[in-house]
């Protein structure tokens, strides 16, 4: 299977009449490699030679040279056949770690026959780092990278190899499959363990990579972004003092960029994209769970991310607040932080006091967008799906409330604007659950007050405040969170499920259709005269499918207004 698979990754070079003459001329200079070489190399490498392994590098480079494409005149060996080059390829991978480990040991620069051997490792090791940016096939390169990972020990003997062993799989981790990109990151994390003087300086190119692949979010995207954004909290937490310094060192920058925007009053688009929000996660992630040398650095990212919130208010820009608001609700119940949030969450309500009366388009998936245009945030889809995540974090952050021993106090403001909210609100349907969210607090806040009206601290005894609140059992609010989220998420699965039957079915429909043209057109070649009508028929069929994209597009269209004007074409980038 292994064999198969090199062979689908390495690029097979058919020769053509001009080829050929380039193949005999280089011959003459080199010998090229045929499957007498291969054996006797075998058959010697499972007695450990080292004089075979030595000819069977110089073929192994050839083989990479041949699979980039490149004409080297001045190696020994050339690859004539291009089925050797996967033999040779598989050979050297198969049998170099085994032979090396049984003369150098756990330790090869101490050993005696490191000076021998050294050069022609070297040349190995070059070689197989190329091939990294060679492969395609994903099967392929995870082996191929496992390789590498065995032959880590003789890369930290070679710094400039070992630099560019970390620059090839840091591009394995921001580019290629999940599988690959998980084996990359593996490598990666033995490096950090093998040499841990490495971590801080793979942490930032890292990052960097991170930066360079969240610029834009897609629901194909996302799942690679959370990954890489997975894999870079488990680094970060390897070394708290490290992380310390990095840490300091991006928050900061983050901060100056806002900074810049407002006090130069510079577009909001410097902020206000998928870069900015993708680092923001990052360090949220790393934060909320975190060692107690890194809790300083929590009181500037809230400060970074309020000031995210405030800097646009736009209607517009509501996904981009929710983004940011889920954050720090997550940020503050992980780190056991009161961070206010009530008057972001009214404010992104109030923009559905009254039902929006815009032509009906499709819902759009909000968690991978950061604005709308302003014809697209009148429709009631956005405005639906608006209010159904504020509903979400407002439940969330309410309930995160409800756990404190100065509950009751906390739920006078939310229980008198969300009043005064309901009061203004015209949709039954939004009123409805508000009202749900106010029995709740009004339940909790009762509970509350009976249990606080039997203990014998005061509030300034912190200890034994955090020892009761801890106590506590869930809420009602919890409970009504936990289960209504539990719904919400089946709904929206089984939505997701019947929209993607729906798609398969119409790609089912297309292939039906294409196959019945190509039939039909079989037919015609057989009855010339059908032809016009075949042909009548094709750009009839064009026009309807034209006519139905131009109507199916929900996302991409202009709106007519009363007085006729023409307002701006909705555009959502991913």
């Known amino acids: 299977d292994q064999s198969d698979n090199t ?45 075979s392994w030595r000819e069977l590098v110089k073929a192994f480079q050839a083989a990479v040279a041949t699979a980039k ?63 990294l ?7 392929v390169l995870c082996a191929v990278m496992r390789h590498c990972k065995a032959m880590l020990s003789y890369y930290a003997a070679f710094s400039r190899l070992l630099k560019k062993y970390i620059k090839q799989h840091i591009m394995v981790w921001g580019s290629k499959a999940e599988l690959s990109r ?8 033995a490096v950090v363990k093998k040499m ?71 577009e909001t688009e410097t902020v206000y994209n998928w870069q900015y929000v993708n680092c923001l996660h990052v360090w949220v992630s790393v934060l909320a769970d975190c060692d107690a040398c890194l809790q300083p650095l929590i009181f500037p990212l809230i400060q970074v991310m309020m000031g995210t919130l405030k800097l646009h208010s736009s209607p517009c820009f509501h996904p981009l607040h929710l983004h940011v608001i889920r954050m720090l609700l997550h940020l503050g119940a992980s780190t056991n932080k009161h961070i206010p949030l009530l008057h972001p969450l009214l404010e992104i309500l109030e923009f559905c006091t009254a039902p929006h009366k815009a032509p009906a388009t499709k819902p759009i ?39 404190s021993i100065s509950f009751p106090e906390v739920a006078f403001p939310i229980t008198v604007w969300l009043k005064k909210w309901n009061k203004r609100c015209t949709i039954p349907k939004y009123t409805g659950q508000i009202k749900q969210i106010l029995e709740k607090v009004d ?51 089984d939505k997701s499920a019947a929209e993607e039957k729906e798609e398969n079915k119409e790609a089912l429909k297309e292939e039906n259709d294409k196959e019945k043209e190509e039939e039909e057109e079989k037919e015609q070649e057989a009855h010339p005269r059908k032809k016009k009508k075949l042909k009548k028929k094709k750009k009839s069929s064009e026009k309807t499918e034209e006519t139905a994209k ?11 207004i009363d007085n006729g004007d023409l307002v701006e074409d909705i555009v959502l980038s991913d």
């Not at 050979?91 to 050069?119: E, R």
């Not at 506590?472 to 699965?493: C, D, G, M, Q």
């Open 7 to 51: 062979m689908e990754a390495v690029v097979s070079t058919q020769s053509t009449g001009e080829e050929e003459a380039d193949i005999k001329e280089k011959v003459s200079h080199s010998t090229a490699v045929t499957k007498q070489h291969l054996v006797q190399w075998e058959s010697a490498l499972k007695r450990n030679s080292l004089p």
């Open 69 to 131: 494409g490149e004409e080297e005149t001045d190696l020994k060996y050339c690859i004539v056949d291009p089925d050797m080059v996967n033999k040779v390829i598989l050979l050297s991978l198969g049998n170099t770690s085994q032979l090396l480990h049984h003369h150098l040991g756990d330790s090869p620069t101490a050993s005696p026959k490191w000076g021998k051997l050294k050069m022609s490792l070297k040349s190995y090791l070059t070689s197989l780092t190329e091939l």
């Open 133 to 139: 940016g060679l492969l395609t096939s994903d099967d």
């Open 182 to 189: 998980v084996v990359a990151f593996t490598c990666l994390q």
């Open 196 to 266: 841990p003087v490495f971590l801080e300086e793979l942490l930032k190119k890292m990052y960097t990579e991170y930066t360079k692949c969240s610029k834009m979010m897609s629901p194909k995207s996302r799942d690679n972004i959370v990954l890489m954004r997975n894999c870079l909290v488990e680094l970060f937490k390897i070394n708290p003092s490290i992380t310390y310094t990095t840490g300091f060192l991006y928050i900061r920058q983050l901060a100056v960029t806002l900074r810049s925007v407002i006090v130069n009053k510079k």
């Open 365 to 403: 998936d909000l968690t991978c967008v950061l604005r709308v245009t302003k014809g697209y945030k009148k429709t009631k889809a956005f405005q639906e799906g608006v209010f159904e995540l504020t509903y979400e974090l407002l439940l969330n952050y309410t309930s995160q409330l409800s756990l």
């Open 443 to 493: 339940t909790v806040s009762r509970e509350m007050t009976d249990r606080r009206s039997s203990v014998t601290f005061s509030p300034k005894d912190l200890e034994k405040v955090t020892q009761w609140e801890s106590e506590l059992p869930e809420s009602a609010l919890t409970k009504y969170f936990n289960t209504w989220l539990r719904i919400h998420r089946k709904v929206l699965a």
């Open 550 to 560: 131009s109507t199916d597009n929900s996302v991409v269209e202009a709106e007519v």
